[in-house]
């Protein structure tokens, strides 16, 4: 089982990002599917989910409105759209895994990849 991200990369402050997670899920399906992100420092956070659909979506508050989560079940992808960006979203993002329905809790997910760098500058 894999959880693989890209798309991160070094932005101005305003800028937008679109990150990708391939997932080699049996049944993927079955996962609702969530990114987090760690900024140094500081605790994994959560940032937004999606449920096995897609038609049910999760968001910090930090990033309502600038960020869109998404998924495509035939090819086994979620990504993360993310405009509007500012020095405050530079992180880690990850992305994470679980069955059934999703949550916004780190410790609710039990399948993570290695996570990819988002670094925005001013």
């Known amino acids: 089982v894999q959880l693989v991200e890209s798309g991160g990369g070094e932005v101005q402050a305003g800028g937008t990002l679109r990150l990708s997670c391939a997932a080699s899920?049996?049944?993927?399906?079955?996962?609702?599917m969530a990114w987090f992100r760690q900024a140094p420092g500081k605790e994994r956070e959560f940032v937004a989910a999606i449920n096995w659909s897609g038609d049910s979506t999760s968001y910090a508050d930090s990033v309502e409105d600038r960020f869109i989560i998404s998924r495509d079940n035939a090819v086994l992808t979620v990504d993360l759209q993310m405009s509007s960006l500012q020095p405050e979203d530079t992180a880690v993002y990850y992305c994470a895994a679980r069955l059934y329905d999703w949550r916004t809790a780190v410790k609710d997910y039990d399948l993570w990849g290695q996570g990819t760098q988002v670094t925005v500058s001013s």
């Open positions: 899920l049996r049944f993927f399906t079955n996962y609702a």
